[in-house]
């Protein structure tokens, strides 16, 4: 059974390569270049249009996906706000202070 899903990802894949010679131009195969029934077997094995794209190693992957965009962005906000409520809590101690005396 994998070695019957191998084979049509492997179907897919040289669907996409084979496209992608005989455009012979400076750009990546189109969804509109395929059958619909192509497009289906090809978005149903490799995922989405892109990631396709990718597997077949038509286009290269982004350095970072966009879930470990999220994380980074996630720990920055997160060390924003601590060192704002730092700055917060240091500002009024300075300010209590001085009113002490």
Known sequence: ??????????????????????IDEDRLPKKSDFSSEEVNLIKQKLGPWPRALEEAQLKEKPALSAAEKSRLKRERSKKAA??????????LNAQK?????
């Open 97 to 101: 202070r001085e009113d002490d005396k």
């Open 82 to 91: 601590k060192l704002r409520k730092r700055a917060e809590k240091n500002g």
């Open 1 to 22: 059974m994998k070695e019957e899903k191998d084979e049509k990802k492997d179907y897919a894949i040289g669907l996409l390569r084979k496209k992608a010679e005989e």
